[in-house]
């Protein structure tokens, strides 16, 4: 199989305004048979910085590697990589059959005994061997996005790359296809890397993370790494759903000052604003599931009000008042509160987390725990 190495890579473009930075900067190693995503919003890199593994662009800067072997002037067909497009880009006149065994016949010099066995292997392991003589026009979304699949299975490549593959696909069917494809991918042990804007299918599917913005890697870590520990404001925001709760604070004595609120903190954590940061500019992050309504045995609370519910089957989500500071809380949906109801929250120590607002860092996180990456852009 195959481990790749990106060192350093860059990708500009000309444009009339000047040049446009798409990737800047990019240094990551995905190792054999591992599974890495690639998340960030519209814009951030993510769908270049994998075109440039799959040679669909150029690299402007710095060096990717297969095997370390250097990758950037040879050919997409030559590069031991097989791709699966968001559009499943399959030729509408011939059947799943030829759709999958084209790509063999034009690289290859298989006979074709040997890429009528592959294409049949791969078609069982998609559970498409009944469409083999169909055309695409006959095939549902989900069919497609198989036998999409299943052609860059049949090239036996070192590399998997997806691109979006699910985002055209229905809830339902997209939750499907991302179990299959990492049963697929678990089997095959092809070390892949996946492109998607969908954080769920980043938590849900991969060893590791990476988190993209501006062409510049955020993060890199493990679904818990991220969730628990984001590097920078940017990533706590961007990683969980409901978005983490954000407070401009400052520390007097031994508690975090909000707008609407006091809340007394441990001296462990005032030890770690230390020296350089400016302990007047700070934002309190935590997660709404991690919020405690109704605590027992504790005086250290905030009274707030809720203000709005809204029940979602197992989860219920709080938006609850304290003058003109709304807190986002989920609960679970047995916990039935009525509007205008009293409450008091709490806010456990392991859980938060302490921003500078000037760079976004995460000053509760051991800059020594992790690889460093640069901080958020916080405007």
Do not use: C
């Not at 999409?148 to 339902?172: C, H, M, Q, W």
């Not at 604003?273 to 905030?302: A, C, F, M, W, Y």
């Not at 009000?305 to 709080?318: A, T």
């Amino acid at each position: 199989m195959g481990d790749i190495q990106i060192d350093d890579v860059g990708k500009t473009y000309d444009s009339e305004e000047g040049e446009i930075t798409a990737v800047e900067g990019v240094t990551l190693s995905v190792e054999d048979g591992e599974f890495v995503t690639i998340v960030g919003p519209s814009g951030s890199g993510k769908s270049t910085l994998l075109r440039m593994i799959a040679g669909l662009e150029s690299i402007t800067s710095g060096t990717i590697s297969i095997n370390d072997r250097a990758i950037n002037n040879i050919p997409p067909q030559d590069r031991g990589v097989a791709m699966v497009f968001q559009e499943y880009a399959l030729y509408p006149h011939m059947s799943v059959r030829k759709n999958m065994s084209y790509g063999l016949k034009l690289t290859t010099d298989l006979s074709k005994a040997e890429i009528s066995d592959r294409v049949e292997e791969a078609a069982e392991m998609m559970s498409i061997k009944d469409l083999l003589d169909k055309k695409p026009g006959n095939l549902s979304g989900g069919q497609q996005q198989r036998v999409a699949t299943g052609r860059a299975i049949v090239r036996d490549p070192e590399v998997f790359l997806f691109d979006e593959p699910l985002s055209n696909l229905d809830a339902k069917l997209r939750l499907h296809m991302r179990t299959e494809l990492q049963r697929i991918q678990e089997d095959l042990g092809t070390t892949s890397v996946y492109v998607t804007h969908d954080q769920t299918e980043a938590m849900t599917m991969s060893d590791r993370i990476v988190i993209l913005d501006g062409g510049e890697i955020q993060q890199v870590g493990t679904p818990k790494e991220v969730y628990a520990r984001p590097r920078n404001k940017f990533v706590a925001d961007f990683i969980g759903s409901p978005s983490m709760n954000f407070y401009d604070v400052a520390i007097e004595g031994s508690q975090l000052v909000g707008p609407d609120f006091q809340y007394t903190v441990s001296q462990d954590i005032l030890e770690k604003v230390g020296d350089g940061i400016d302990s007047s500019d700070l934002v309190l992050g935590i997660r709404p599931e991690h919020i405690q309504v109704n605590p027992k045995d504790t005086e250290n609370t905030i009274n707030v009000q809720l203000d709005v519910l809204e029940h979602e089957g197992s989860d219920n989500y709080l938006y609850l008042m304290k003058d003109e500071t709304e807190w986002t809380v989920r609960v679970p949906g047995n916990k039935m509160i009525e509007s205008g109801m009293s409450l008091e929250i709490t806010l456990p120590e392991e859980h938060l987390h302490l921003f500078e607002r000037a760079t976004g860092k995460n000053i509760l996180v051991d800059s020594n725990s992790a690889q460093k990456i640069p901080t958020a852009n916080t405007n």
